[in-house]
T-cell receptor, first 111, second 115 residues
């Protein structure tokens, strides 16, 4: 069955430091992969998505993600974190109409 | 541009009371519509999705039901709420190009507390 794992429940980084959020998926075919961000009490905002082609995907707010088929991973990165990046981040894989979400990683940014 | 609305934003209801949450989409036609529930520490769980008026698919057996009376309106209901129905409810829409990668766009959510 398809699944998404985000192994880090909480991550804390200092402002200006680099960030990597991990996402591993289980899917039999070529996956469609997404990263969303959720601020407290808000809906989800799409950061970026991967369908095919270039395995390094650029998104909004300076985020990027790299699809690695050999590792079944789609990790999210940002070279320099801003305090406003504090939020919860969700990775998702699509199966037909259905998104399968990971349990999320909550990011805390220290000033 | 497309926008998605949910109301109410916050709701506190007693156990056993009915529920009706509404979601509407503007700026698009014939969208796919989705209801998710987000419980603390458990990510998002797909509850229902709809590919057209009157067409509802349920993902998990539960105390809730969904309806789509109009093309861009999606309603989540319950006849009698349970404590376990508490959570953050998100509505989403996507296009219908038929590709598995149709991006889903989320509404602002409704925080439901059942006491």
């Amino acid at each position: 069955a398809q699944s998404v794992t985000q192994p880090d429940i909480h991550i804390t980084v200092s402002e200006g430091a680099s960030l990597e959020l991990r996402c591993n998926y289980s899917y039999g075919a070529t996956p469609y992969l997404f990263w969303y961000v959720q601020s407290p009490g808000q809906g989800l905002q799409l950061l970026l998505k991967y369908f095919s082609g270039d395995t390094l995907v650029q998104g909004i707010k300076g985020f990027e993600a790299e699809f690695k088929r050999s590792q079944s991973s789609f990790n999210l990165r940002k070279p320099s974190v801003h305090w406003s990046d504090a939020a919860e981040y969700f990775c998702a894989v699509v199966r037909t109409y259905k998104y399968i979400f990971g349990t999320g990683t909550r990011l805390k940014v220290l000033a | 541009s497309q926008t998605i609305h949910q109301w109410p934003a916050t709701l506190v209801q007693p156990v056993g009371s009915p529920l009706s949450l509404e979601c509407t989409v503007e700026g698009t036609s014939n969208p796919n519509l989705y209801w998710y529930r987000q419980a603390a520490g458990r990510g998002l769980q797909l509850l229902f999705y709809s590919v057209g008026i009157g067409q509802i698919s349920s993902e998990v057996p539960q105390n809730l039901s969904a309806s789509r009376p109009q093309d861009r309106q999606f309603i989540l209901s319950s006849k009698k709420l349970l404590l376990s129905d508490s959570g953050f409810y998100l509505c989403a829409w996507s296009g219908t190009s038929g590709g598995a990668g149709d991006t889903q766009y989320f509404g602002p959510g409704t925080r439901l507390t059942v006491l």
